[in-house]
């Protein structure tokens, strides 16, 4: 069965860090874009990162420019999303995909992960 599980969240504080994991199971995640959303509480859901194939290019949102890195573990078949200087805005319910274009025309969402950004 072809399915990306995410994890990773939690509560933490202003300016805590994160990391999420996106584990494939039933595909070579690494043959893969690989794209990170988030949807805040009454807000759309929104690109975050992406790296993409073949060359493993890098793409951020302007709001976690900096902050943010994505990777890739192929022998554990699992991406990364490492959150550092976290901000109350970045609260949100964290998507994994095999895509990397608008969330609308994506259509295999796991569970998400919480990550709640407060004091």
């Known amino acids: 069965q072809v399915q990306l599980v995410e994890s990773g969240g939690g509560l933490v504080q202003p300016g805590g860090s994160l990391r999420l994991a996106c584990a494939a199971s039933g595909f070579t995640l690494g043959d893969y874009d690989i794209g990170w959303f988030r949807q805040a509480p009454g807000k759309e859901r929104a690109g975050v990162s992406c790296?993409?194939?073949?060359?493993?290019?890098?793409y951020y949102a302007d709001s976690v420019m900096g902050r943010f890195t994505i990777s890739k573990d192929p022998d554990k078949n699992t991406a990364y999303l490492q959150m550092t200087s976290l901000k109350r805005e970045d609260t949100a319910v964290y998507y994994c995909a095999t895509w990397c274009g608008a969330p609308g025309a994506y259509d295999s969402w796991g569970q998400g992960t919480q990550v709640t950004v407060s004091s």
């Open positions: 790296i993409s194939v073949p060359d493993g290019t890098r």
